[in-house]
């Protein structure tokens, strides 16, 4: 099978695998895992930021950092096609008790008048505006890129207005590659960044909440109480360290590969339009009467996986075990198609 339902689904390279095999490690809750704290210790100075902490999952870290910027009654502002709104389980409410304020904006991505527009007054009938999180690349937005003069203006409004400023960025590299940025820039910006090495960056497990020594310090205390708190993670995070010096480069591969996909999706006659091709996501959508359900079918008979992206939407996720022939055998199946 071709499977582009995720870049959650790759498996580690060999060397990736040797690198996990020879990790030093310890009891990582005890603090004492020196590949987990060389994990923590080089992504926090890649980005410029005080600390880090190491966790199973980027839900885990998105829940830990909007539990540490608030308090119950605040309100989160957020896209409202965002992963922290639509596929965390209700875990902002449910963790932290917190009411979610939804806004609508170009392929997921807010503008700062937008932020500034949404916060609440101060008023006993309306939750605290406390905390805005960003989604870069944005999932449903078809892998879109912030712009990341935008961001400053929203860190403008934040700052202005005693507002925390978040980023899920679990596909965060993906962007970086396209836009030529640095990672310092970003954690200039954000107050708490969430990265995950499971997709594009092909570790199996894993992703680190950034933040100020201060809010790690209290992030450990919230992983421990999710059950997050791992033992000898070091040879999960050994994985991280070696997609970091290995994989990020290659994720242009990706992108490419995607593209492909998109101009091959274009001229199907039931495919009504492809949304933008930024990087490792495409999302079709289908005419008026074709149906997410059917097209995954015939997919699926021509060996082929991808996933139903609301109605009339399919998406495909590119990653590095999608090789060009599988490329190619892609692009002449769904040729088949009618």
């Known amino acids: 099978m071709i499977d582009l339902r995720s870049d959650t689904i790759t498996k580690p390279t060999s060397e990736m695998l040797e690198a996990m095999m020879n990790a030093k490690v310890g009891d990582d809750v005890f603090g004492d895992d020196p590949t987990v704290n060389a994990l923590q210790d080089k992504i926090s100075k890649l980005f410029g930021m005080e600390d880090a902490l190491y966790c199973p999952s980027g839900t885990m870290t998105n829940q830990i950092a909007m539990r540490i910027h608030t308090r119950p ?87 202005s207005n005693k507002l925390r400023l978040h980023l899920d960025g679990a596909r965060f590299f993906n962007a970086l590659v396209e836009t030529g940025e640095s990672a310092g820039d970003y954690g200039d910006c954000f107050d708490s960044i969430s990265i995950c090495f499971s997709k594009g960056l092909g570790a199996p ?40 010096d290995h994989h990020i480069d290659r994720l242009k591969e990706d992108h490419e590969r995607a593209r492909k996909i998109g101009e091959s999706l274009i001229e199907l006659s039931f495919i009504q339009e492809v949304y933008p ?12 009467g074709k149906s997410e359900k059917w097209f995954l079918e015939e997919l699926e008979k021509r060996g082929i996986h991808a996933v139903g992206f609301g109605k009339g939407l399919v998406r495909f996720v590119t990653h590095l075990d999608f090789t060009d022939d599988q490329l190619n055998q892609f692009c002449e199946a769904i040729k088949k198609i009618s």
């Open 277 to 288: 091709v930024d990087t490792n996501i495409v999302i079709g959508k289908l005419e008026d």
């Open 73 to 159: 009654q605040d309100e989160v502002i957020c896209h409202k096609h965002s992963h922290v709104y639509l596929y965390e389980g209700g875990g902002m409410m449910y963790n932290s008790m917190l009411s979610p304020k939804l806004l609508d904006g170009d392929r997921g991505r807010i503008t700062a008048d937008q932020v500034a527009a949404s916060i609440n007054p101060d008023d006993i009938h309306f939750p605290n505006s406390k905390l805005v999180v960003l989604e870069n690349t944005m999932n449903k937005g078809g892998g879109a890129i912030y712009d990341l003069e935008e961001i400053k203006k929203i860190k403008e409004v934040c700052e």
């Open 205 to 244: 497990v894993g992703s680190v909440l950034l933040g100020s020594t201060d809010q790690i310090k209290e992030a450990k205390r919230v992983r421990k109480v999710f059950g997050g708190g791992m033992r000898q993670a070091g040879y999960l995070a050994a994985a991280c360290i070696h997609a970091l």
